[in-house]
T-cell receptor, first 113, second 115 residues
Framework: AQSVTQLDSQVPVFEEAPVELRCNYS??????LFWYVQYPNQGLQLLLK??????LVKGINGFEAEFNKSQTSFHLRKPSVHISDTAEYFC???????????FGKGTTLSVSS | GAGVSQTPSNKVTEKGKYVELRCDPI?????LYWYRQSLGQGPEFLIY????????DSGLPNDRFFAVRPEGSVSTLKIQRTERGDSAVYLC?????????????FGPGTRLTVT
């Protein structure tokens, strides 16, 4: 069965610093991976997704993620964060049936000045 | 265009009562999903509709939970005999076609509180 583990529940960083949010997955079939962001009082918004092809995926708002099959990881990175990046970030994997997403518990990114 | 909308945004009910939560997907989206997000957790899958039919309801926790999508557009999640453990944010999402590889657009959620 598929699962996702987000290794950090909270990540505090200063503005303009780089950040990495870690995600490990478990899957016995072809892997489709996603990162979503949830701003306060808003719905989940897709940041980026990996379906196949290049292992480096670029998303919105300057975020990128790298699919690493040998380490079963899909870490999210941004070279320089802004205050406005403060939000909850979720890593997700498609389930085996292809009917739903399985989410991690989320990582709270807090950016301060 | 309009995104996924959910009503009500907040619902407070007493233990044992019946509630209905509504989801209006993006126009033209054939796939619709319900998830439940408890405090401090990621969303958990409940049910997936392709058109009018429930293609996967394996995430529904028990038979008190039921969902319909009679015309292939609006969906209603129904919870009977609510329990305090049902308190959570219920999220609805839709996508252009079937399969979770297509981007799912999420609504803002309905916060259900069972007292």
């Amino acid at each position: 069965a598929q699962s996702v583990t987000q290794l950090d529940s909270q990540v505090p960083v200063f503005e303009e610093a780089p950040v990495e949010l870690r995600c490990n997955y478990s899957s016995s079939v072809s892997v489709y991976l996603f990162w979503y962001v949830q701003y306060p009082n808003q719905g989940l918004q897709l940041l980026l997704k990996y379906l196949s092809g290049s292992t480096l995926v670029k998303g919105i708002n300057g975020f990128e993620a790298e699919f690493n099959k040998s380490q079963t990881s899909f870490h999210l990175r941004k070279p320089s964060v802004h205050i406005s990046d403060t939000a909850e970030y979720f890593c997700a994997v498609r389930n085996q049936a292809g009917t739903a997403l399985i989410f991690g518990k989320g990582t709270t990114l807090s950016v301060s000045s | 265009g309009a995104g996924v909308s959910q009503t009500p945004s907040n619902k407070v009910t007493e233990k044992g009562k019946y509630v209905e939560l509504r989801c209006d997907p993006i126009s033209g989206h054939t796939a619709l999903y319900w998830y439940r997000q408890s405090l401090g957790q990621g969303p958990e899958f409940l049910i997936y509709f392709q058109g009018t039919g429930a293609a996967d309801d394996s995430g529904l926790p028990n038979d008190r939970f039921f969902a319909v999508r009679p015309e292939g557009s609006v969906s209603t999640l129904k919870i009977q005999r609510t329990e305090r453990g049902d308190s959570a944010v219920y999220l609805c999402a839709s996508s252009q076609t079937s399969g979770a590889t297509y981007e799912q657009y999420f609504g803002p959620g309905t916060r259900l509180t069972v007292t």
